[in-house]
């Protein structure tokens, strides 16, 4: 085997490699383990798969009740320690709201619906109330007003993949320069080719 030939194997497969790591590099998927509240809060206002905010690290909470467009639990879905206090606390808006069990250990009962700015209901979770707790407000449920709590480590829980990263504007400049930058770059191997199968040994006419 000619040692051109050998050279250009050589080159082939190391830009085979290049251009297989360049593809691995983002193709990694990163997985995230989040407490898993049912079919309950499909349609829970402010709620998306996923979102609910890992608190497991403090010793109170609190929700904003009516919070969006006044008709939603801000967050409305929490992951918590045993020992933790929850505050719920009135915005005002929306009319007038409750926060009430639908389903799960705990017994989260607020009353009867208050429209009061200010007005809060405290609840502390125990060891009796570790899971999942599904909650609405009575009034608004059928809207959309809904949230739960995940109380302790051992609660059902699902991975849900993460495949994709924020997403990146590029300013019209570093654009350019990407462009420009991989020509260049096709460019030299393309050369680089040429000459290692021609060895720069040819003729013109």
Same mark, same amino acid.
Request: a negative charge; glycine letters at 14%.
């Given at each position: 085997?000619?040692? @051109?030939?050998?050279?250009?194997?050589?080159?082939?497969?190391?830009?085979?490699?290049?251009?297989?790591?360049?593809?691995?590099?983002?193709?990694?998927?990163?997985? +995230?383990?989040?407490?898993?509240?049912?079919?309950? !809060?499909?349609?829970? @206002?402010?709620?998306? %798969?996923?979102?609910? +905010?890992?608190?497991?690290? +403090?010793? &109170?909470?609190?929700?904003?009740?009516?919070?969006?467009?006044?008709?939603?639990?801000?967050?409305?879905?929490?992951?918590?320690?045993?020992? #933790?206090?929850? #505050?719920? &606390?009135?915005?005002?808006?929306?009319?007038?709201?409750?926060?009430?069990?639908?389903?799960?250990?705990?017994?989260?009962?607020?009353?009867?619906?208050?429209?009061?700015?200010?007005?809060?209901?405290?609840? &502390?979770? #125990? %060891?009796?109330?570790?899971?999942?707790? @599904?909650?609405?407000? %009575?009034?608004?449920?059928? +809207?959309?007003?809904?949230?739960?709590?995940?109380?302790?480590?051992?609660?059902?829980?699902?991975? !849900?993949?993460? @495949? &994709?990263?924020?997403?990146?504007?590029?300013?019209?400049?570093?654009?350019?320069?990407?462009?420009?930058?991989?020509?260049?770059?096709?460019?030299? !191997?393309?050369?680089?080719?040429?000459?290692?199968?021609?060895?720069?040994?040819?003729?013109?006419?």
């Amino acid at each position: 085997m000619s040692t @051109n030939e050998v050279s250009r194997r050589g080159f082939m497969t190391a830009a085979a490699g290049s251009a297989a790591a360049a593809a691995a590099s983002g193709t990694a998927a990163a997985q +995230q383990t989040v407490p898993d509240y049912g079919s309950f !809060l499909g349609d829970a @206002n402010l709620y998306e %798969e996923g979102s609910a +905010q890992d608190l497991r690290d +403090q010793s &109170e909470v609190t929700v904003s009740v009516g919070a969006g467009d006044g008709l939603a639990f801000d967050p409305p879905a929490i992951w918590i320690s045993p020992g #933790t206090t929850v #505050t719920w &606390e009135w915005t005002g808006e929306g009319g007038s709201h409750n926060v009430v069990a639908e389903e799960g250990p705990a017994g989260i009962d607020s009353g009867d619906p208050i429209g009061e700015e200010g007005h809060t209901y405290s609840y &502390e979770f #125990t %060891e009796e109330d570790a899971g999942i707790t @599904n909650y609405k407000c %009575e009034p608004h449920v059928s +809207q959309g007003m809904k949230g739960g709590v995940a109380v302790g480590d051992d609660v059902p829980t699902k991975e !849900l993949a993460q @495949n &994709e990263g924020p997403a990146i504007t590029i300013p019209d400049q570093a654009l350019a320069l990407t462009v420009a930058t991989m020509f260049a770059m096709v460019t030299t !191997l393309g050369l680089g080719y040429f000459f290692m199968k021609y060895g720069g040994d040819y003729e013109t006419d």
